[in-house]
């Protein structure tokens, strides 16, 4: 299963962009999709995510602010990340998850290779 991550760029503050993970080489319907995100020093850290019954996940710190969804016919995911801040600045990574589990790195056994979100003051 290969994963591709893309659409990230340089945004100010306040602005929006929408992440895309093109999903190919598997069943799309057996993985449930997540984005986590590794900001610069840090470690990478849980985002959101949608299983594929359409069941969706998100951390704290992106609630009212990124929706994920999935387009079932494209094979793809998509994080439209909406109100953004300096501190979403990171390399955002799509992840497949065979399992129901979805928040740690351990659960997804597929990686995208991560596409890099900047978010100007």
């Known amino acids: 299963v290969q994963l591709q991550a893309f659409g990230g760029g340089l945004v100010q503050a306040g602005g929006s962009l929408r992440l895309s993970c093109a999903v190919s080489?598997?069943?799309?319907?057996?993985?449930?999709i997540g984005w986590f995100r590794q900001a610069p020093g840090k470690e990478r850290e849980f985002v959101a995510a949608i299983s594929w019954y359409d069941n969706r996940y998100s951390a704290d710190s992106v609630k009212g602010r990124f929706t994920i969804s999935r387009d079932n016919a494209k094979n793809t995911v998509y994080l439209q990340m909406n109100s953004l801040k300096p501190e979403d600045t990171a390399v955002y990574y799509c992840?497949?998850?065979?399992?129901?589990?979805?928040?740690?790195?351990?659960?997804?056994?597929?990686w995208g290779q991560g596409t890099l979100v900047t978010v100007s003051s």
């Open positions: 080489g598997g069943t799309f319907s057996d993985y449930l």
């Open positions: 992840g497949g998850s065979p399992r129901k589990y979805y928040r740690k790195e351990v659960d997804y056994n597929y």
